[in-house]
């Protein structure tokens, strides 16, 4: 399986403000995927990071809440903006190749005050 | 709109009990089906995969699962659970479509498990 690397591990932000989480692969892999795991719940597909295109976002998130970049087959970045309370939660990136199974990264706990 | 649901929130064994965990789901088509774990402090692990052949799928550290499409369900089990077992487990279904493959997960089963 692919060797995936968030940045940062953790932060902790103030309300308002915008974080970047970057997510690096080690191989180049067909697909990329965001989740967010609020307190004490599951994993909720944020959006589906598309190389050359734009994200496709899942009911509920929109481009200017969570901006995405995909810049080549290895990266991709995720973005909270605008940063509230709510947006608590660990942010996780995914790969997968073709039709293959979802391999998922340590994520990012990003706590806002 | 699909769903998948684990019908334990937390369970709690003694060493060497056996383990079973529930996961259905809510989709007609074809799904792959999945089981993450997550031990504490660490990132969410691949358990086992069904995606097609023999329901009865293995995985790692002695875990296994059955596929029982007429009850829509993909139960996790383990015939003798070791303290180093706790963790959280999540099942998850993925269907595959032309805009990529889409994973839904559980709501995550909490196993803890007494020396």
């Known amino acids: 399986s692919a060797v995936i690397s968030q940045k940062p591990s953790r932060d902790i932000c103030q309300r308002g403000t915008s974080l970047t989480i970057q997510c690096q692969v080690d191989?180049?892999?067909?697909?990329m995927f965001w989740y967010r795991q609020q307190p004490g719940q599951s994993l909720t597909l944020i959006a589906t990071?598309?190389?050359?295109?734009?994200?496709?976002?899942e009911s509920g998130f929109v481009i200017d809440k969570f901006p995405i970049s995909r810049p080549n087959l290895t990266f991709s970045t995720l973005t909270v903006s605008n940063m509230s309370p709510e947006d608590s939660s660990i942010y996780l990136c995914?790969?997968?190749?073709?039709?293959?199974?979802?391999?998922f990264g340590p994520g990012t706990r990003l706590l806002v005050l | 709109a699909q769903s998948v649901s684990q019908h334990n929130h937390h369970v709690i064994l003694s060493e060497a009990a056996s383990l079973e965990l529930g996961c259905n789901y809510s989709?007609?088509?074809?799904?792959?089906l999945f089981w993450y774990v997550q031990y504490p402090g660490q990132h969410l692990q691949l358990l086992l995969k069904?995606?097609?052949?023999?329901?009865l799928v293995k995985g790692i550290k002695g875990f296994e699962a059955e596929f029982i499409k007429s009850k829509f369900s993909f139960n996790l089990r383990k015939p003798s659970v070791q303290w180093s077992d706790t963790a959280e487990y999540f099942c998850?279904?993925?269907?595959?479509?032309?805009?990529?493959?889409?994973?839904?997960f559980g709501e995550g089963t909490q196993l803890t498990v007494n020396p």
């Open positions: 995914s790969v997968a190749s073709a039709q293959e199974t979802q391999y």
């Open positions: 191989s180049q892999v067909t697909m």
């Open positions: 990071a598309n190389q050359g295109s734009e994200a496709t976002y």
């Open positions: 989709y007609g088509g074809t799904v792959n």
């Open positions: 069904y995606f097609s052949g023999d329901p």
């Open positions: 998850a279904v993925g269907r595959w479509e032309t805009s990529g493959s889409r994973l839904t």
